[in-house]
């Protein structure tokens, strides 16, 4: 509950631009993993981010060396909160009583998505496609537990309308296209455990909370000629970026300040991340660091089909290919790595405890 009760807090305070929020989350938890952790392949996979970021800064290779700094803590951060994850979520009561906790507050936020998606803001987030990635990791887990847990399925498939309908009415093309594979994918998984009643009662949630919602907007944005045709060109650059160091990289956290360097266009605005999280590791990173993340995705693959409801972490890694849900908010790329750890020692189906919240 600790864990949870900080990371809620850091998700809910990522709209505040002061500092302190940002820093009081990180304190919180480098102190819990003070307490607690494990580590395994994947979490020295982590751990070896980190170590490079370092060699970066230390060898002049990184054109930032302040920025490369920050990223580090970051992705200091995001390691204790996997090590965090990867000891408690071998209890498995706690597992299923954080997945709890957060499937409420994920519930409870798409709510509030929903009101405030016409201002073009989702609760503490402001960006479309983050808070996509943000449900995408959830989704599944508010699905698989409608079919496992009958008693309270009811609840299960209302938290799975509410989470797939405020992603449509947030208009997130990708997160509209991942989460309805999941909800394709999920009862697929899961074979002849569930009743059609689950399977409808799913049905009917997501479609009838989708036309509350209202899925027009969506809809606008599957229109618009040549949607992707931005992140085409800055793949382009990126990719140029690369070859310029392909085995150093540019210094994690600076691949904005290169960017203009290989810019293929100039409008005037100011592009913040190359809206495909691979394709920055490559740039920030060089190959040892998509190697690693490539190493962190293989990892999770297999845990991710067993439990069934860990394959929203796929859905994320694929997010990262059109756009940055691990980059720009440490509070929630922290919360990924967290859900992470829960995936990796998720076991199978059959260790779906019946907990409650409190």
């Known amino acids: 509950m600790i864990l949870l009760a900080i990371l809620v807090a850091g998700l809910s305070t990522m709209r505040v631009e002061a ?3 940002l820093t009081v989350f ?33 060898s002049g290779w990184t054109v930032d060396a302040f920025r490369t700094q920050e990223v580090m803590l970051d992705w200091t951060v995001n390691l204790v909160g996997f090590a965090v994850a990867l000891a408690l979520a071998e209890d498995a009561e706690r597992r299923e009583r954080f997945l709890t906790g957060a499937l409420i507050f994920a519930a409870g936020l798409s709510v509030v998505a929903m009101v405030t998606a016409p201002s073009g803001v989702f609760g503490p987030f402001v ?16 699905l698989v537990r409608a079919f496992v847990d009958r008693e309270r399925a009811w609840a299960y ?29 999920v009862p697929l998984l899961l074979g002849g455990r569930g009743a059609w009643k689950v ?11 989708t036309l509350v919602a209202g899925w027009e907007p969506l809809w606008a944005r599957f229109q618009e000629p040549r949607p992707y045709s931005l992140r085409w060109d800055l793949l382009q650059s ?3 970026m690369w070859r310029s160091r392909p085995w150093t990289g540019w210094g994690l956290g600076t691949w904005s300040q290169v960017y203009p360097g290989f810019a293929r266009y100039d409008d005037g605005t100011f592009v913040n991340q190359a809206h495909n999280d691979w394709a920055q590791f490559a740039v920030e990173g060089g190959i040892p660091l998509l190697a690693l993340m490539l190493f962190v995705s293989a990892r999770v693959l297999r845990p991710a089909l067993r439990s069934v409801w860990g394959i929203g972490m796929l859905a994320v ?10 980059q720009q908010r440490p509070a929630l790329a922290t919360f990924f790595f967290v859900m992470l750890g829960m995936v990796m020692r998720g076991g199978g189906l059959r260790s779906h405890p019946k907990t409650h919240l409190f």
């Open 19 to 21: 500092r302190w929020a």
């Open 26 to 58: 990180q304190v919180a938890m480098l102190a819990l993993g003070a307490w607690r952790v494990r580590l395994d392949a994947t979490g020295l996979a982590l751990a070896a981010v980190v170590a490079w970021g370092a060699v970066q800064w230390l």
């Open 127 to 142: 960006y479309r496609n983050q808070y996509a990635a943000f449900v995408e990791v959830l989704l599944p887990v508010a």
């Open 157 to 185: 498939v209302g938290a799975a309308g509410l989470l797939f309908a405020s992603v449509v009415a947030s208009g997130s093309r990708a997160g509209a296209v991942l989460c309805s594979t999941e909800v394709l994918v």
């Open 199 to 209: 399977i409808a009662g799913i049905a009917t949630s997501v479609a009838g909370l």
């Open 238 to 240: 990126s990719l140029e």
């Open 317 to 326: 890694f694929a997010h990262c290919l059109v756009d940055y849900p691990l």
